[in-house]
T-cell receptor, first 114, second 116 residues
Framework: EDKVVQSPLSLVVHEGDTVTLNCSYE??????LLWYKQEKKAPTFLFML????IEKKSGRLSSILDKKELSSILNITATQTGDSAIYLC??????????????FGKGTKLSVKP | GAVVSQHPSRVICKSGTSVKIECRSL??????MFWYRQFPKQSLMLMAT?????????EQGVEKDKFLINHASLTLSTLTVTSAHPEDSSFYIC????????????FGPGTRLLVL
């Protein structure tokens, strides 16, 4: 069964801390791994990773994929209260007529305290 | 980035009525749109994959006669929850697939459905 597992499920930190969120996957026909940030509404896209070892960076956020370990991490440095959200990891696969389906992990709920 | 809209953003209805949710890609053509459902404190669960001009593909356990999906154009997909019941109350989110090559989905803002 295809699955995506995120850890930790929840995390409480203080402003300025650095956090690392983990995502591991077991899927057939892996295509890409995506990170999303979900606040009160629908998820917003952060990163898409397809190649191992290449870091993607956007401001204080960065992410990298390890295809050998079937995992990815999302780093947030100098956290701010506005980073408080649920961070979702999803994997896209190739198969048959269902190309593009995403399987989501349960998410990591990050709370940043002032 | 690509923009997807959903309408309505929230709806309250009586048990037994049908509710239609629209999903539009505003600045791109989405040959494929996905419909997800998210229950409180749970992750998104794919309900169905909607391809323009063809029948939707439903995930296991999702009743196709209850959740009617129509993808009549490259910018519009609709989900109709027929004979809604309280257990259908959930957050429904659609997404559009920008290009097959990228594999990136952009999500609509979601529709919160409450069935009384």
């Amino acid at each position: 069964e295809d699955k995506v597992v995120q850890s930790p499920l929840s995390l409480v930190v203080h402003e300025g801390d650095t956090v690392t969120l983990n995502c591991s996957y077991e899927v057939t026909n892996f295509r890409s791994l995506l990170w999303y940030k979900q606040e009160k509404k629908a998820p917003t896209f952060l990163f898409m990773l397809t190649s191992s070892g290449i870091e993607k960076k956007s401001g204080r956020l960065s992410s990298i994929l390890d295809k050998k370990e079937l995992s990815s991490i999302l780093n947030i440095t100098a956290t701010q209260t506005g980073d408080s959200a649920i961070y979702l990891c999803a994997v896209s696969m190739n198969y048959g007529g269902s190309q593009g389906n995403l399987i989501f992990g349960k998410g990591t709920k990050l709370s940043v305290k002032p | 980035g690509a923009v997807v809209s959903q309408h309505p953003s929230r709806v309250i209805c009586k048990s037994g009525t049908s509710v239609k949710i629209e999903c539009r890609s505003l600045d791109f053509q989405a040959t494929t749109m996905f419909w997800y459902r998210q229950f409180p404190k749970q992750s998104l669960m794919l309900m169905a994959t909607s391809n323009e001009g063809s029948k939707a593909t439903y995930e296991q356990g999702v009743e196709k006669d209850k959740f009617l999906i129509n993808h009549a154009s490259l910018t519009l997909s609709t989900l109709t929850v027929t004979s809604a019941h309280p257990e259908d109350s959930s957050f429904y989110i659609c997404s559009g697939w920008v290009t097959r090559r990228e594999g990136t989905q952009y999500f609509g803002p979601g529709t919160r459905l409450l069935v009384l």
